[in-house]
């Protein structure tokens, strides 16, 4: 199967800054990818849908400005929390598509603001 | 974070038996369903997909079943193990969006 990477896969920062995590595909090219957030005995929730070469698009209730993603390439796409609080910390899954509808998922990052 | 009395529901097998878990799905257009497998503090792992044009595919030692008239979704494991013990969860997706919305999941625990 596809291979998707995450790095960092646990990141710890302080209230007030900024982390950023990279979601790369290994193996083949994503024009899509999707960045999603996990709470501790819940779902994943999708967060944004990251077009390479275009802006990301944002579920409901998702702050842009805060979530800054950006997919600069077919392989990489990146998540950055911005002015990172306590309340941000949670599990953060990526996932590439392989047309036409597979869905490759990373092994997740874990962010920890304290 | 977590909403206060939310929890997984949790199935419980013994080793060997069969399994069978449960999803409904609430978009009547989603056209393609997916099932994954969730370890702790690992990413979600494909199990098995099925298409809206079918309503069972069978895999290695698993099963998905999809009734469309009342939006339904079942994954059934065959012989479980202990390996089989995680979270399950099914997903929906539209071919309009490709977006995955996930299902809210099940603990499955095998008992030795």
């Known amino acids: 199967g596809a291979v998707v990477s995450q790095h960092p896969s646990r990141v710890i920062c302080k209230s007030g800054t900024s982390v950023k995590i990279e979601c790369r595909s290994l193996d083949f090219q994503a024009t899509t990818m999707f960045w999603y957030r996990q709470f501790p005995k819940q779902s994943l929730m999708l967060m944004a849908t990251?077009?390479?070469?275009?802006?990301?698009?944002?579920e409901q209730g998702v702050e842009k400005d805060k979530f800054l993603i950006n997919h600069a390439s077919l392989t990489l796409s990146t998540l950055t929390v911005t002015s990172a609080h306590p309340e941000d910390s949670s599990f953060y899954i990526c996932?590439?598509?392989?047309?036409?509808?597979?869905?490759?998922f990373g092994p997740g990052t874990r962010l920890t603001v304290t | 974070g977590e909403s206060v009395g939310l929890h997984l529901p949790t199935l419980s097998v013994q080793e060997g038996d069969n399994s069978i878990i449960n999803c409904a799905y609430s978009n009547s257009a989603s056209d393609y369903f997916i099932w994954y497998k969730q370890e702790s503090g690992k990413g979600p792992q494909f199990i098995i997909d099925i298409r809206s044009n079918m309503d069972k595919r069978q895999g290695q030692r698993v099963t998905v079943l999809l009734n469309k008239t009342v939006k339904h979704l079942s994954l059934q494991i065959a012989a479980t193990q202990p390996g089989d013990s995680a979270v399950y969860f099914c997903?929906?997706?539209?071919?309009?969006?490709?977006?995955?919305?996930f299902g809210t999941g099940t603990r499955l625990k095998v008992l030795a």
């Open positions: 996932s590439a598509r392989r047309e036409p509808y597979e869905q490759y």
């Open positions: 990251s077009n390479e070469g275009s802006k990301a698009t944002y």
């Open positions: 997903a929906e997706s539209h071919s309009g969006t490709y977006k995955y919305i």
